[in-house]
Nanobody
Framework: QLQLVQSGGGLVQPGGSLRLSCAAT????????LGWFRQAPGKEREGVAC????????YYADSAKGRFTISRDNAKNTVYLEMNSLKPEDTAIYYC???????????????????WGQGTQVTVSS
């Protein structure tokens, strides 16, 4: 059974922080590139961050750089997204996803990711 189970979403005030979790079952997370994407109402799903397999190099969209941190706990088979200095425009449903093919992390398209978590709502509002 291949599954990505997300948790950690919620409501936070602007400037606040949240930590999202994505626990993998049915495969070893460290063997694949894992990405975080988000989708706001009326917008396309966009890449936020990605962590590569093996070495664990990280990549970020410009909107996330300096505020968000993606990390991986191999023992727990879980990937995290730490979100700091949150802004209202960060409001979206956040998804973790696994790349299907071997290669470099990709954030510019969702097509490289075939397996997705269920999504979790992040709302940044006063």
């Amino acid at each position: 059974q291949l599954q990505l189970v997300q948790s950690g979403g919620g409501l936070v005030q602007p400037g606040g922080s949240l930590r999202l979790s994505c626990a993998a079952t049915g495969f070893t997370l460290a063997n694949y590139n894992l990405g975080w994407f988000r989708q706001a109402p009326g917008k396309e799903r966009e890449g936020v961050a990605c962590i590569s397999s093996s070495v664990g190099r990280t990549y970020y969209a410009d909107s996330a750089k300096g505020r968000f941190t993606i990390s991986r706990d191999n023992a727990k088979n879980t990937v995290y997204l730490e979100m700091n200095s949150l802004k209202p425009e960060d409001t979206a449903i956040y998804y973790c996803a696994r790349m299907t093919l071997f290669g470099q992390c990709v954030l510019t398209t969702t097509r490289a990711y075939a397996y997705w978590g269920q999504g979790t709502q992040v709302t940044v509002s006063s």
